[in-house]
């Protein structure tokens, strides 16, 4: 299996290489030269799996020669082991029709464990073969960032650099980043947004001498194999509800396009998927472009569901180019111009494919509570408040006879004042998080510059080497 950039000016890729070097050199993100596909006679043998030999039996067509499915089936086994429900990825019916996949029961209790799990152990692995050291310098809303850290600490082989926006994630967010206290972790708070964050990254992996020389590596959902390891629970939500012989929908709490991306890719690979509901929240730039093919960057505004504070959602590249009849140089040129001016320019007959299989919806922060608040009262589910935008998008767009899956996202006690407000109830940190506001923090707040961060990156490595 080999991977192409979007861009198409950058070199073909294995899947290790892909893994390590995160973007493409041209700026673009990497996708399968070719979309593997899966039989009716697959699928149905899927059924079958725990989810862990799923997820290797899934992840095995996109790393090829790379890595086989026996080793595969280990690395996920150890990556699924540490998970506090044994169903993993467990679906729940909430209303007629609608149902929750909740995908929070990992370690950092987020989404972001179920690929940044499997991961920690991709990197192991490929490293100690190559006997290599990379630096991963990730941009985080909230979520992503504990969970890699919580892949990669204590790793002699990563050292991992976590930017977050300062004082925009919630305070157990920031706390599960920053009580880490092994070495080769550092968080750096920037005097910014998100997409500054994930801007700043992108520069640095642009600048090719000092990424080489760092030797840097993604585990945003800019990298391929976090899209890849995201797809296997589509897989088993279908699977569970009658795929691959009835069609499914799913909604999902959308800010970085990644989640949503992943469902997109298992269509791709030919399980049954009618529709695909984005949830935003005020941050609607997707929702915009879904009901009116307007992509127009406004500024970040905070809300109840700071994870989806981001206007710029980088895997949108992905399908575009896939929607482009992957032709890499309108792709290029469409993405430049959206750099430059704040809008991109999405041709009609491009926007209209896209809503055949793409609805959104956006609550504002009062509509949010509200969602949290009836489904509670209604049916005694704690969603968090990212979840309840989805489970809202699903329960808007679900048409009869096509059970609908809205992914929960987030555990309700990483956003306790949210909860608190909209239900009176403050839930519970798991046992692992209990002490988690009595541990020490340790971070340094940084000016939103490439130079800052350059110079923390450098420390960074420097440190570790000594
Ligand atoms: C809890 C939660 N929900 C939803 C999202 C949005 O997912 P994506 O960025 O893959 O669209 C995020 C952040 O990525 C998140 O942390
Ligand atoms: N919501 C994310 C933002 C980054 O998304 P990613 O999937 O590209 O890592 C977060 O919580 O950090």
Redesign the pocket.
């Known amino acids: 299996m080999r991977y192409i950039s979007t861009r198409g000016n950058a070199p073909v890729l294995s899947f290790s290489d892909v893994l390590l070097s995160g973007l493409a050199e041209d700026g673009g993100l990497y996708l399968p030269q070719t979309w593997p596909e899966f039989s009716l006679a697959d699928w149905q043998a899927m059924r079958a799996l725990p989810y862990p030999e799923l997820a290797a039996r899934i992840l095995a067509r996109f790393t090829g020669s790379d890595i086989d499915e026996d080793t595969l089936k280990t690395l996920c086994a150890k990556a699924y082991a540490g998970f506090d429900h044994p169903a993993i990825v467990p679906l729940t019916q909430v209303e007629d029709g609608l149902f929750v996949q909740e995908l929070f029961h990992g370690p950092t209790l ?1 989404f ?1 464990d179920m690929a940044m799990q499997v991961l920690g152990q991709l990197f192991e692995y490929v490293l100690t073969q190559r006997d290599e050291h990379v630096t991963i310098v ?8 504990s969970a890699a850290i919580e892949a990669c600490r204590g790793r002699q082989r990563l050292s991992v650099i976590i930017l977050h926006p300062k004082g925009r994630t919630s305070e157990v967010q920031r706390r599960q980043m920053t009580t880490v206290r092994e070495p080769n972790v550092t968080n750096l708070a920037v005097e910014g947004t ?1 997409d500054d964050c ?1 801007d700043l990254v992108k520069s640095l992996f642009a600048d090719i001498p000092f990424r080489q020389e760092m030797h840097l590596s993604a ?4 990298n391929w194999a ?1 899209i890849a390891a995201q797809i296997p629970y589509y897989v088993h939500a279908a699977l569970a509800l009658g795929a691959p012989e009835r069609e499914v929908s799913f909604a999902v709490p959308t ?2 396009f ?2 949503i991306l992943a469902a997109w890719a298992a269509r791709k690979m030919g399980l049954p998927i009618r529709q695909l509901c984005v949830g935003s929240n005020r941050n609607d730039i997707l929702t915009r472009f879904l009901n009116a093919n307007d992509m127009t960057i406004k500024g970040v505004v905070p809300s109840l569901s700071p ?2 504070d ?1 206007q710029v959602s ?2 949108f590249e992905r399908l575009l180019f896939e929607l482009l009849g992957r032709d890499a140089t309108a792709c290029a040129r469409i993405m430049t111009g959206f750099r430059s001016t704040g809008h991109m320019d999405v041709p009609a007959e491009v926007w209209e494919n896209a809503r055949t299989l793409f609805c959104g919806l956006a609550l504002d922060d009062a509509q949010t509570e509200a969602e949290i608040r009836t489904l509670h009262q209604r049916s005694g589910y704690m969603a968090d408040p990212h979840s309840a935008i989805g489970i809202a998008a699903g329960r808007r767009f679900r048409q009869p006879g096509i059970p609908m899956v809205a992914e929960a996202t987030a555990h309700p006690a990483k956003f306790p004042d949210a909860m608190v407000a909209a239900t009176g109830i403050h839930p519970a940190l798991p046992v692992h998080l209990a002490d988690l506001f009595e541990r020490e923090e340790r971070y340094r707040t940084v000016p939103a510059t490439e130079g800052a961060i350059k110079d923390a990156v450098r420390a960074a490595v420097l440190s570790n080497a000594g």
């Not at 990730?138 to 960032?145: E, I, V």
């Not at 585990?219 to 800019?222: A, G, L, T």
């Open positions: 987020a972001k990730g941009a985080t809303s909230g979520d992503t960032g998100f994930q585990v945003n959902s800019i976090r800010g970085n990644g989640n994870s989806m981001i980088s895997n």
